[in-house]
C-alpha cells in the first residue's frame, strides 16, 4: 500500500514563498503519476498541479507561474513550490498518487492514494 505523508506548511504573509514535500512509503513512486489539491475552508477540493511519472507537468490554470510541481524518485518524494503566496492560496494541501495520469486531468473519479495533508494559512 502506498502512503503519503505531507510536510512544510505553515503560516506566512502575503508575497511570501512555500515549499512543501510529500513522502512516500509502501512503493516506489516512479511509475504513479502524482498531483497536489487544496481545500479551503467551506470550499470544494481544488486540484493544483500534477506530475506526470515522465516528468510532464499540468497546473490548474490560475496558478500557473506561481507554483511548480517536482518529484524525486530516488528520494520517493514530491515538491509542491509555492511562490508569491497570496491569502486565497490559505488551504489544506493534499499530496495524491495514482497510475493513471488521466484521473488527474479530467478529473473523472478520486486518486488511489492521499495524504492527510497540511495546512497553509497566507495572512495579509
Known amino acids: 500500500q502506498l502512503e503519503l505523508v505531507e510536510s512544510g506548511g505553515g503560516s506566512v504573509q502575503t508575497g511570501d514563498s512555500l515549499r512543501l514535500s510529500c513522502v512516500a512509503s509502501g512503493r516506489a513512486i516512479s511509475t504513479y503519476a502524482m498531483a497536489w489539491f487544496r481545500q479551503a475552508p467551506g470550499k470544494r477540493q481544488e486540484f493544483v498541479a500534477t506530475i506526470a511519472s515522465g516528468g510532464n507537468t499540468y497546473y490548474e490554470d490560475s496558478l500557473k507561474g506561481r507554483f511548480i510541481i517536482s518529484r524525486d524518485n530516488a528520494q520517493n518524494m514530491v515538491y509542491l513550490q509555492m511562490n508569491t503566496l497570496q491569502p486565497e492560496d490559505t488551504a489544506v494541501y493534499y499530496c495524491?498518487?495514482?497510475?493513471?495520469?488521466?484521473?488527474?486531468?479530467?478529473?473523472?473519479?478520486?486518486?488511489?492514494?492521499w495524504g492527510q495533508g497540511t495546512q497553509v494559512t497566507v495572512s495579509s
Open positions: 495524491a498518487a495514482d497510475l493513471a495520469l488521466k484521473i488527474f486531468l479530467d478529473g473523472r473519479r478520486l486518486p488511489d492514494h
